[in-house]
C-alpha cells in the first residue's frame, strides 16, 4: 500500500530534550515537506527536500533541522525542543515540487 | 503570508444540500490544490487542477485563471463531508511549494 508513515503519531516531552520524527515513504518520491500546522495560522512549511541531500528552508524553520541520506526518509529533529514548538505535524510527498502531496498520518507534539 | 483566501470560514449545512467553499490567491500560479482534513487530523488531497474543473464523485473543482479564483462545489452533501476543506496553491513565486489557504469548517448536519 503507498503510504506515508511517521512515527511517534503522539509525543509529550519537556524543554530542552532532543526529539526525532521520522517520516517514511514508499512511493520513490523525490520532493518531501514537514509541515506543522497550529490553531488560526493554518499549514505553515517547516523544511523541504527536492531530493537526497538536497535540503531547504521553508516559511519556519527555525529550531528544527532536517536530513535526506535516503530517498524514502525524512527525519525531524528538534535539537533543543521549546513550548513554542507544540504543534501538530505533518511529513508529505511527491513525485515533484508542486505536484499531489500524500500527507503522513500527524504527530501530535507537546513540550513542557 | 495571507497570498490565499478562502471563505467562508466556517460552513454549516443539512444533508444534501449544494455545498459551495472559495479559494481566491493574488500571485500567478502553477496549480491550485484541494485538500481535506478530517476531524481525525488526516489531510487527503481532493484536486490539483491548473485549468478548468474536475470531478470526482459528488465533488467538482473549477478554477478561472484571470480572476485567480477556484470554487469546490459537493453536491448531496451527507455528514461524512463534515471536515476542514484546505485550498494550496504552488507558483514559481514560492519555488513551487506549497501555500495553504486557512481552511474552510464544514459541518453538515443529518
Known amino acids: 500500500e503507498a503510504q506515508v508513515t511517521q512515527n511517534p503519531r503522539y509525543l509529550i516531552t519537556v524543554t530542552g530534550k532532543k526529539l526525532t520524527v521520522t517520516c517514511s515513504q514508499n512511493m520513490n518520491h523525490e520532493y518531501m515537506s514537514w509541515y506543522r500546522q497550529d490553531p488560526g495560522l493554518g499549514l505553515r512549511q517547516i523544511y523541504y527536500?527536492?531530493?537526497?541531500?538536497?535540503?531547504d528552508k521553508g516559511d519556519v524553520p527555525e529550531g528544527y533541522k532536517v536530513s535526506r541520506k535516503e530517498k524514502r526518509n525524512f527525519p525531524l529533529i528538534l535539537e533543543s525542543p521549546s513550548p513554542n514548538q507544540t504543534s501538530l505535524y505533518f511529513c508529505?510527498?511527491?513525485f515533484g515540487v508542486g505536484e499531489t502531496q500524500y500527507f503522513g498520518p500527524g504527530t501530535r507534539l507537546l513540550v513542557l | 503570508k495571507n497570498e490565499v483566501e478562502q471563505s467562508p470560514q466556517n460552513l454549516t449545512a443539512q444533508e444534501g444540500e449544494f455545498i459551495t467553499i472559495n479559494c481566491s490567491y493574488s500571485?500567478?500560479?502553477?496549480?491550485l490544490h484541494w485538500l481535506q482534513q478530517h476531524p481525525g487530523g488526516g489531510i487527503v488531497s481532493l484536486f490539483m487542477l491548473s485549468s478548468g474543473k474536475k470531478k470526482h464523485g459528488r465533488l467538482i473543482a473549477t478554477i478561472n485563471i484571470q480572476e485567480k479564483h477556484s470554487s469546490l462545489h459537493i453536491t448531496a452533501s451527507h455528514p461524512r463531508d463534515s471536515a476542514v476543506y484546505i485550498c494550496a496553491v504552488s507558483a514559481r513565486n514560492y519555488g513551487q511549494n506549497f501555500v495553504f489557504g486557512p481552511g474552510t469548517r464544514l459541518s453538515v448536519l443529518p
Open positions: 500571485v500567478g500560479i502553477s496549480a
Open positions: 527536500s527536492m531530493n537526497v541531500e538536497v535540503t
Open positions: 508529505a510527498s511527491s
